[in-house]
């Protein structure tokens, strides 16, 4: 059930308890900016979408990086050399070799960093992770096609005391660059940015625990890549979709529907283009749970398209968390055993029970360098649950598994055998 798109003005009410708010948010014609909101305080900050070519990940064990492909950037890895061909590089080739792209599922999957050898624990894609020194060494050259500049070679060199080092250049060599980008300098952040066309670093995004949703473009997988318009979640966020909603009005089940940790779920395609305008999915409802615990109900109602890149939508919260600390509410946390472990086989159980129902729960498997291996919902009911882990792809080594619902988190370790 789909129904047209209303043109027109919509007010901005105030926020209470219980309210159902209307908003809109703008990216500006084109498409032209990149927008962070939070759902409790409205926008938090913009940006050029086109201001910068990587963005990299400058959390504590983060080492992805993003490619600006909503900027018109393409990414290669060299395919002829290693990192000691970097005199030699060329790109006659070009035409037949497979680009490298950002995943839209997680901030932690960027082109550099997305397609790491899943056998072997130590490999970052872009470089080599040494266990014993922890410094990740590069050992990988691409080339990159700037947007209204041409193809450059580029080659992150290391990651090292909290800095990335890099180094990038012309093809043939002329207007060679080094740099370095400091994690300290972008602190509370999710990425720090830069531009290869103007040699300088950028500050370009508020606060991570300032805001909920990303509206903007980016590059879809469908599989094949193609660029689309739409949000994206911030980490730690998680969605449920509701689909063929009978009324959409008073339809609050969130306790009853599955949330999922994929910063996509919003995307795209709540809104479709019959030729003539947008139409929007009128029976969708989203549950949106923030950081914090809280539960909104966000509705899609508008889309303007490329001439004001408005995003029109209602909001309501339904459920406010206790603050985190409440006395004999918030200061427990779940109680959460892993059999067996050491793991051995293919299968580990994982039993948990959260002091409280909780609206949505997750289990995140990460290695010891941070890179999310797994991620899955949960059930968040109260008593005592029980959920499977499929092992078999983890390396032999010493894990972190992260069970949260709501304000509770609990981390215990897995060792694969």
Known sequence: MKKQLLTGAIALSALTAGAQVNDTVYVGAG??????????????????????????????????????????DTLWAYPSADATGWSTVDISGLSSWTPRWNADTSWTMGAMGRYADPSDATDLDWG???????????????????????????MIESLSGGSYSFKYANIDGT??????????????????YYSLSANAALDREPASASWDLLFGSYTRNLPSEYGVTGVLANNDVRVAKCVEVADVATF?????????????????DWKTFNGTAYDIEDSTVFFVEPANGDIWKVVFTGFGGSSTGAMMFSKEKLYTAPPAGTTGVMAATPSVALYPNPASGSNVNLVYSFPAAVP?????????????????????????????????SLMPGMYLVQVTGGN??????????
């Open 252 to 268: 609050t089940a969130y306790s009853t529907a599955t949330f999922n940790t994929a910063i996509n779920v919003i995307g795209y």
């Open 175 to 192: 207007d060679a660059q080094t740099a370095t980008l400091a994690k300290s300098a972008y602190t509370g952040k999710n990425f720090g």
């Open 360 to 392: 949505a729960a997750s289990v995140t498997i990460t290695d010891m360098t941070g890179k999310v291996i797994l991620r899955e919902g949960i059930q968040g009911g109260e008593g005592l649950q029980q959920h499977i882990i499929n092992t078999s």
């Open 128 to 154: 080599k992770y040494n266990m014993t020194t922890h410094i990740i060494s590069g050992d990988s050259i691409y080339v990159i096609k700037v947007a209204g500049v041409g193809y450059k070679k580029l």
């Open 31 to 72: 498409y032209a900016n990149q927008v962070w909101y939070s759902l409790e305080s409205d926008d938090q900050g913009s940006a050029p979408k086109a201001n910068w070519d990587l963005a990299f990940d400058v959390s504590g064990f983060g080492s992805t990086i993003y490619v600006n492909h909503s900027a018109g």
């Open 408 to 417: 509770y988190t609990s981390m215990p370790q897995l060792i694969k055998q």
